[in-house]
């Protein structure tokens, strides 16, 4: 299984950019790198995925590295709504046992 | 499109009793997802569906827990007979595609006295 490392929290300045590293030294070549945000007791957001390019969107940036063995997401401009439990996952084809695994995940707080 | 709806939002039942969960993904959707959170284990998978077929049910803790999916646009997911370490939020989601991201639901908080 593909599973993921990440620290279980951190903290980070309004206004700054918070990179949040996520580790996945067993990842194939065929898993797809997946990110998804839990704010207090909802469900959690997607929110961004790539393979093996680095990807932007409205939300966040995501930095994969060449070797595919780690990524980074990075919230240009944090506010106080991105405190949230973030979640780094890998998925790949069905029946390979790397359905959607989350975890515990990093706990973002955004500080004033 | 409404998204994902589970219910109920909260249920509080005492230890024994069968517990019934309900999940509608969203239409269109091939992918069903059933995870439960608590604070000790994080997010865990239970079981997934394809096509309302069962494809991964490893993470159902035991035989006590079971789930169905009769047709494409229900699922339910059964404890009975339900214990206290039962308590925790159980998510329902589904996805389009094998690589495509998923959709929660709000969940359902149980309780079990």
Redesign the interface.
């Known amino acids: 299984d593909a599973k993921t490392t990440q620290p279980p929290s951190m903290d980070c300045a309004e206004g700054r950019a918070a990179n949040l590293p996520c580790n996945h030294s067993t990842i194939s070549g065929n898993e797809?790198v997946?990110w998804?945000r839990?704010i207090h007791?909802?469900?959690?957001?997607?929110i961004i995925?790539g393979l093996k390019n680095n990807e932007t969107n409205e939300m966040a940036s995501l930095i994969i590295t060449e070797d595919r063995k780690s990524s980074t997401l990075i919230l240009p401009h944090a506010t106080l709504r991105d405190t949230a439990v973030y979640?780094c996952i890998v998925?790949g084809?069905?029946?390979t046992?790397n359905?959607?695994?989350?975890?515990?995940?990093t706990s973002l707080t955004v500080i004033p | 499109d409404a998204g994902v709806i589970q219910s109920p939002r909260h249920e509080v039942t005492e230890m024994g009793q069968e517990v019934t969960l309900r999940c509608k993904p969203i239409s269109g959707h091939d992918y069903l997802f059933w995870y439960r959170q608590t604070m000790m284990r994080g997010l865990e998978l239970l079981i997934y569906f394809n096509n309302n077929v069962p494809i991964d049910d490893s993470g159902m803790p035991e035989d006590r827990f079971s789930a169905k999916m009769p047709n494409a646009s229900f699922s339910t997911l059964k404890i009975q007979p339900s214990e206290p370490r039962d308590s925790a939020v159980y998510f329902c989601a589904s996805s389009r595609g094998v690589y495509e991201k998923l959709f929660f639901g709000s969940g359902t908080q149980l309780s079990v006295l």
């Open positions: 797809y997946y998804y839990q007791s909802q469900g959690p957001q997607y995925h979640y998925r084809m069905p029946n046992g359905q959607f695994y989350f975890g515990t995940g």
